[in-house]
Every structure is written in structure tokens, then in C-alpha cells.
T-cell receptor, first 114, second 116 residues
Framework: AQSVTQLDSQVPVFEEAPVELRCNYSSSVSVYLFWYVQYPNQGLQLLLKYLSGSTLVESINGFEAEFNKSQTSFHLRKPSVHISDTAEYFCAVTRYSSASKIIFGSGTRLSIRP | GAGVSQSPRYKVAKRGQDVALRCDPISGHVSLFWYQQALGQGPEFLTYFQNEAQLDKSGLPSDRFFAERPEGSVSTLKIQRTQQEDSAVYLC??????????????FGSGTRLTVV
């Protein structure tokens, strides 16, 4: 079975500061990894995903995540955050397979201070 | 429609009441998932459909929970004899299919169920 651990339930940062949201996963088989974002009162949106190839993946709004197989991590980073990045961020994993569910972490609430 | 539509947006039910939550996936999407998101938690998998076939219902917490997708499009999640622990946001997601590029899941905004 797969599992996801997000160690930080809340991360407060100042605007324009860098941020890292940590994610570690556990799996005995190869997996796909995702970061989803949930803005207040909205549904989940896919931020970025790692399926194969380059271990560094990027989103259109400046976030990036690096797949580290040896450390079973998929941390999310942004060099300079904006107020509009305030949201809940969920790391998720699914195994290579058809009809396989996505397993989500418990989430990290990113709050940006002006 | 352009996205996954869920209704109602909010539902308040008295304990013991039956409820039905609806999900309209994106037209043509083969896969449909239901998740339960308790306050302050990540979404928990409930069940998965591929067209009208329910391929995985391992996440349904009890036999009070039942989901269907009879024509392979709209899906309904039914909860019988609601309990306070059923209070959560119920999320629906659909996907065109699991192809090699795959996992283009689109989530709806959810139904917030409050059992009083």
C-alpha cells in the first residue's frame, strides 16, 4: 500500500520569501506523484505531477518539485511567494496501474503574511 | 459542461436522514472518483467507476454508503441513516482515462454535508 506524509500542517511565510512544503511517501512499487492546491471554498486543482523522466517538475505559477527516489520525497518549493499563493497544498501518490486510486496527504496550509 | 459539477453545494441533514449527492462529470470522461474530506484532513478515497462499472469500493466506510453511475455519466453517492461522523466535504473527480500521459483528474467543488 502507498502512504503520504506531510510533516507540516501549517507554514507561515512572508510575502516574497522562499518556501518549501515537505512531502514523503511510502510505497513498495513504482509510483506517480502529485501536488494539488485547494484555494478557500474551491475544489482541488492539480499543481504539478511527476510521472517519469526529469525528476524536477514545474508548474506554470512558479512552483517546482523534485522527485528524490532515494529519500522517497517530493518536496514543493517556490523561490518567492505571493499573497495569492495562500491555500492548502496536498501531496498525493498513486501506483503505476490502471484503476488505481490517488492517496492524499493530510495537507499543508500555506499562509502568506504581507 | 466545462468542469465537474456537484450538487447540492451544501447539505444539512438531521441524524438518521438519508441523503443523495450528485456528481456531473466532464462529458466523455470515463473514470469517476468519490472522495471524502473531513475538516482539516486530506481527501480519503471512497469509490471508483470506469463508465458504469464500479471497480473499487474499498473506501466506503460502511454499508450505509452506496454509489452508482447507471449510465456511465452522472453519479450519485447515497448515505443512509446519516451519522454525525459523516459530516465532511464529498468530492467528485473525473478523468478522460488512464493513459500514458494520464491522470488528468478534474475535481468538483464538493458538497459540504453537515449532520446535526
Amino acid at each position: 500500500a502507498q502512504s503520504v506524509t506531510q510533516l507540516d500542517s501549517q507554514v507561515p511565510v512572508f510575502e516574497e520569501a522562499p518556501v518549501e512544503l515537505r512531502c514523503n511517501y511510502s510505497s513498495s512499487v513504482s509510483v506517480y506523484l502529485f501536488w494539488y492546491v485547494q484555494y478557500p471554498n474551491q475544489g482541488l486543482q492539480l499543481l504539478l505531477k511527476y510521472l517519469s523522466g526529469s525528476t524536477l517538475v514545474e508548474s506554470i505559477n512558479g512552483f517546482e518539485a523534485e522527485f528524490n527516489k532515494s529519500q522517497t520525497s517530493f518536496h514543493l518549493r517556490k523561490p518567492s511567494v505571493h499573497i495569492s499563493d495562500t491555500a492548502e497544498y496536498f501531496c498525493a501518490v498513486t501506483r503505476y496501474s490502471s484503476a488505481s486510486k490517488i492517496i492524499f496527504g493530510s495537507g499543508t496550509r500555506l499562509s502568506i503574511r504581507p | 459542461g466545462a468542469g465537474v459539477s456537484q450538487s447540492p453545494r451544501y447539505k444539512v441533514a438531521k441524524r438518521g436522514q438519508d441523503v443523495a449527492l450528485r456528481c456531473d462529470p466532464i462529458s466523455g470522461h470515463v473514470s469517476l472518483f468519490w472522495y471524502q474530506q473531513a475538516l482539516g484532513q486530506g481527501p480519503e478515497f471512497l469509490t471508483y467507476f470506469q463508465n458504469e462499472a464500479q471497480l473499487d469500493k474499498s473506501g466506503l466506510p460502511s454499508d450505509r454508503f452506496f454509489a452508482e453511475r447507471p449510465e456511465g455519466s452522472v453519479s450519485t453517492l447515497k448515505i443512509q441513516r446519516t451519522q454525525q461522523e459523516d459530516s465532511a466535504v464529498y468530492l467528485c473527480a473525473s478523468s478522460l482515462n488512464r493513459d500514458r500521459e494520464g491522470y488528468g483528474y478534474t475535481f468538483g467543488s464538493g458538497t459540504r454535508l453537515t449532520v446535526v
